[in-house]
T-cell receptor, first 114, second 113 residues
């Protein structure tokens, strides 16, 4: 069964450093998403991406964050100048239609900022 | 405002007992509803979804959920719980009008022998 894959599974970084989280969505999907889950809290929407541009973003997704689809297969989330409160599990997801349809999640990337 | 409420932070049931996890939503448009399960340290796995049609939907692992528009609810049920069902369960709502899926805070299920 096709799946969304994410790398790294876990990353520890120092405060102020830049982090890039990578995702390979399901190959025929056109909509891509990043969600975040701070430990013990709910899953929060960050951003959706379609046709090489952001289609929607939350208030969490400020200038510190950016997304990119550098080639035909990868979808990345960049966090500039990381803060302690950026420590969370980051989930990539994809779908073949907008959110009304099922989105498929990767297994997540744990980011720990120290 | 769009929101999903899962009133129970955690629930403990005995193995073999029935289970019902509650979910209420607030959504202006026609909702598309989902239940996801998350085992510790794992990603989110879709259990089932409701888009339209029959209000009782069947999912994987023996789960089912019933959409009740009048109560704005989408409760998850399982007739007989197994120890492997211990996990966190998230109710979520989406819409064709938007791109984001909104999640509830989750209900952690504990299963006792």
């Amino acid at each position: 069964e096709p799946e969304v894959t994410q790398t790294p599974s876990h990353q520890v970084t120092q405060m102020g450093q830049e982090v890039i989280l990578r995702c390979v969505p399901i190959s025929n999907h056109l909509y891509f998403y990043w969600y975040r889950q701070i430990l013990g809290q709910k899953v929060e929407f960050l951003v959706s991406f379609y046709n090489n541009e952001i289609s929607e973003k939350s208030e969490i997704f400020d200038d510190q964050f950016s997304v990119e689809r550098p080639d035909g297969s990868n979808f990345t989330l960049k966090i500039r100048s990381t803060k302690l409160e950026d420590s969370a599990m980051y989930f990539c997801a994809s779908s073949d239609r907008p959110s009304g349809n099922t989105i498929y999640f990767g297994e997540g990337s744990w980011l720990t900022v120290v | 405002a769009q929101s999903v409420t899962q009133p129970d932070i955690h629930i403990t049931v005995s193995e073999g007992a029935s289970l019902e996890l509650r979910c209420n939503y607030s959504y202006g448009a026609t909702p598309y509803l989902f239940w996801y399960v998350q085992s510790p340290g794992q990603g989110l796995q879709l259990l089932l979804k409701y888009f339209s049609g029959d209000t009782l939907v069947q999912g994987i692992k023996g789960f089912e959920a019933e959409f009740k528009r009048s109560q704005s609810s989408f409760n998850l049920r399982k007739p007989s719980v197994h120890w492997s069902d211990a996990a966190e369960y998230f109710c979520a709502v989406g819409s064709m009008a938007g791109f984001k899926t909104i999640f509830g805070a989750g209900t952690r299920l504990f299963v006792k022998a």
